[in-house]
Every structure is written in structure tokens, then in C-alpha cells.
């Protein structure tokens, strides 16, 4: 039976890396417009590779990839600014004199192409982009005065602000408390839900998302598994990939190797 979804990421039998050194080989996956996928696997697994790939900073060494309806590799194309990306999160330093208002106002620069001033239709975009995360009565503080979840916040709402089709998240809650790493979570959840996003998680926290996400893809330089996460977090699949470093409780997965992330 076909999907009637939009089929907008196709990846065909496609290997990134350089050649001797294969991050991800030979991975077929599809994913539909709307679906909220989490990524998940060990550190070195690829899980980086595959967002890179999608944001079409690295092509195919062998196979394809298709985005939305187009199979280049060029960076510039016009389909790259349908994708909004949050990379893993750096230090922001306290006196980077940048307000709320203009790192959101970043996120116009690509979907403005380089040479056109922003006007004020971009800054009503990244007003309405910062509502969305509910930071809009941050909008002139200093980014680096925010706590570590508002300034993710900010992040997505820079993602946003190029009304992006697809929102790639790199880890987004490592170095976050907990509380602020479910806040984040759930902000996703939402934005997946009210503006109709397709949505690429990539996490260690498997427990945190395996209520939420439509698909998990179980990357170790291969691709182990994709499938509804009940399908894929069997023990048998999990022991494969993580070894021994896996402990699985009635509730709970804890994946030991991954504790250096949260201290």
C-alpha cells in the first residue's frame, strides 16, 4: 500500500563519509512529510552524518539522496532553505553583545538570500517565530543573559524563522537540566503538532521521546532498525547495537555509556 504522504527524504541505498572512512553505509529510509522521527544509536554512529546529509553538507559516496523532489548536492539550492536546523549547543558567552531579537533575525538571512536587507516583514517573522517558543518578551534581552533552555528556545525559534518545512534537532537537550530538557522536548512536540513540521530528533534520551515520536531509526553506521518505537526498542535489537553498556529496567532503557553527557 502506498503512503499518502508526501514522500520528502529518500535515502537510497546511500554511504557518506570519506572514502576508508564510512560513517553511514548503505542506508534506505524514507520519511514522510509530517512525521516526528527520533534518531537514535551510539556516540560515533552516524546519527551527525545523517543530519549533515539531510542539510546537504555531504553527498552520497555511493547511492542517492533525495530531498523533497530534487537529488542535488548543491548547498545553495532553493530546497535547502525548507530546513531548519538546531546544531548541538555550544557556550554562548555571556557578553556576546546579540540580542534575542537579532540571533532570531539570523535565521531570515538564509531564506533572505545574502544580499537583501531585512525588512519588516523578516523582523513580524522572527516577532512571530520567538511567540511560537514563547520568548517573544525576551525579544531585547541579551541572548547570553538567558538560562540554557531559554536559550534553546531561542535556537528553534531562529530554526523557525525560516519557515522551514523540515526541523532537524541535534541532541537538543544535552547540558540542560532536566526539567528544562523535558520543557524542550515538549516545545518540539507542539510546534510538530501545530505547525505541522516533519521533525529529526536526533537523542540519547530515548525514554524522553519514545511516547512522542511516530518512528525511531536505530543507526550503528548501518541502519538497525526503523519502525514504530515499540518495534524497535526490543532488547534482542538494542543488545545488538549497544552491547553490554545497556540496561534495560520494567520502565525504563539506560544506556550507561551516555552519563558522561549529563554531568
Avoid: W
Avoid at 538560562?147 to 541535534?170: E, M, N, T
Avoid at 523535558?182 to 516533519?198: A, G, M, S, Y
Wanted: glycine share 8%; proline share 5%; aromatic share 6%.
Amino acid at each position: 500500500m502506498s503512503d499518502p504522504r508526501e514522500l520528502i527524504i529518500h535515502f537510497d541505498q546511500a554511504s557518506f563519509g570519506f572514502p576508508g572512512l564510512i560513517a553511514l553505509k548503505d542506508i534506505s529510509l524514507s520519511i514522510y512529510e509530517g512525521e516526528f522521527i527520533g534518531v537514535i544509536g551510539p556516540n560515533g554512529s552516524g546519527k551527525t552524518t545523517l543530519c549533515r546529509a539531510v542539510l546537504g553538507l555531504l553527498a552520497p559516496l555511493e547511492g542517492h539522496l533525495h530531498i523533497f523532489d530534487c537529488a542535488c548536492s548543491e548547498l545553495r539550492c532553493h530546497h535547502r532553505a525548507k530546513i531548519g536546523y538546531l546544531p548541538q549547543k555550544g557556550v554562548v558567552d555571556r557578553n556576546f553583545p546579540v540580542t534575542v531579537i537579532e540571533a532570531v533575525m539570523m535565521g531570515r538571512y538564509g531564506a533572505l538570500g545574502l544580499f537583501r536587507r531585512p525588512r519588516k516583514k523578516d523582523y513580524d517573522i522572527a516577532l512571530d517565530a520567538l511567540a511560537q517558543v514563547e520568548m517573544d518578551s525576551h525579544k531585547d534581552t541579551a541572548l547570553g543573559h538567558l538560562s540554557g533552555g531559554q536559550q534553546q528556545r531561542v535556537f528553534i525559534a531562529r530554526a523557525l524563522a525560516q519557515q522551514p518545512k523540515v526541523l532537524i534537532l541535534d541532541e537538543p537537550t544535552t547540558g540542560l537540566d532536566i526539567t528544562a530538557q523535558h520543557n524542550v522536548i515538549e516545545l518540539v512536540q507542539h510546534l510538530h503538532e501545530e505547525l505541522k513540521l516533519t521533525v529529526l530528533l536526533i537523542t540519547h534520551d530515548i525514554n524522553m521521546i519514545r511516547s512522542r515520536v511516530d518512528r525511531l531509526v536505530l543507526l550503528k553506521t548501518r541502519l538497525f532498525a526503523a519502525g514504530p518505537p515499540a518495534d524497535v526498542l526490543k532488547p534482542d535489537v538494542l543488545h545488538q547495537v549497544y552491547g553490554k553498556d545497556l540496561v534495560i529496567t520494567e520502565k525504563d532503557l539506560v544506556i550507561v555509556e551516555d552519563y558522561h553527557h549529563h554531568h
